[in-house]
């Protein structure tokens, strides 16, 4: 299984871009890369997702380099509303992954 | 759409008493389930997973068990809860190639 590595926090303030980085070395050809969000007493919700290159969707943008052995998570414009842990998950579903989350970055967002 | 369900969102158990949470997941079939425990302020640790009925793997020798009697149905359980087991605890479906999906969480504190 691939281990991720995340900083354990990061500061920022209303406006700013957010760029969060998570490193996973062994990552297998049939990893997928996922990002999830946790609010205080709420399960994780599932933000991104990608296998290479660039992912963008309407909350963020994904980038994985061509040798996928880490990825960033880009929050563009964040507000304060966007304080919360992010967790970068590799996975392979195929073969009933255990979904084993790191530690998280816990992300403060200062107005 | 698919939908999962975890109760109760709140319980407080004395000490030695047992436990039953239950997870149910609808609008799909034969997913991957998974029972994740939160403590105050840290990450994600996975308990026990399965890839169908009546298949458990567990990752933390601990005080709790689990099964799988129907496709879309996971429970938690204990004999006799320990202060230690206190904490948040999360169910996840996952689908092929998505990672997870999770409930909205039971609060469990053990008195």
């Known amino acids: 299984l691939a281990k991720t590595t995340q900083p354990i926090s990061m500061d920022s303030y209303e406006g700013q871009e957010v760029n969060i980085t998570c490193s996973h070395n062994?990552?297998?050809?049939?990893?997928?890369i996922t990002w999830y969000q946790q609010f205080p007493s709420q399960g994780p919700r599932f933000i991104i997702q990608?296998?290479?290159t660039k992912v963008t969707n309407e909350v963020a943008s994904l980038f994985i380099p061509a040798d996928r052995k880490s990825s960033t998570l880009s929050l563009p414009r964040v507000s304060l509303s966007d304080t919360a842990v992010y967790y970068c998950?590799?996975?392979?579903?195929?073969?009933?992954?255990?979904?084993?989350f790191g530690g998280g970055t816990r992300l403060m967002v200062k107005p | 759409s698919q939908t999962i369900h975890q109760w109760p969102a709140t319980l407080v158990q004395p000490v030695g008493s047992p436990l039953s949470l239950e997870c149910t997941v609808e609008?799909?079939?034969?997913?991957?389930l998974y029972w994740y425990r939160q403590a105050a302020g840290r990450g994600l640790q996975l308990l026990f997973y399965?890839?169908?009925?009546?298949?458990i793997s567990s990752e933390v020798p601990q005080n709790l068990s689990a099964s799988r009697p129907q496709d879309r149905q996971f429970i938690l359980s204990s004999k006799k809860l320990l202060l230690s087991d206190s904490g948040f605890y999360l169910c996840?479906?996952?689908?092929?190639?998505?990672?997870?999906?999770f409930g909205q969480g039971t609060r469990l504190t053990v008195v």
């Open positions: 996840a479906w996952s689908p092929e190639s998505s990672g997870a999906f």
């Open positions: 062994n990552i297998a050809t049939n990893d997928y």
């Open positions: 990608g296998y290479k």
């Open positions: 998950l590799v996975f392979n579903n195929n073969a009933g992954n255990m979904l084993t």
């Open positions: 609008g799909t079939s034969n997913p991957n």
């Open positions: 399965s890839v169908g009925i009546g298949q």
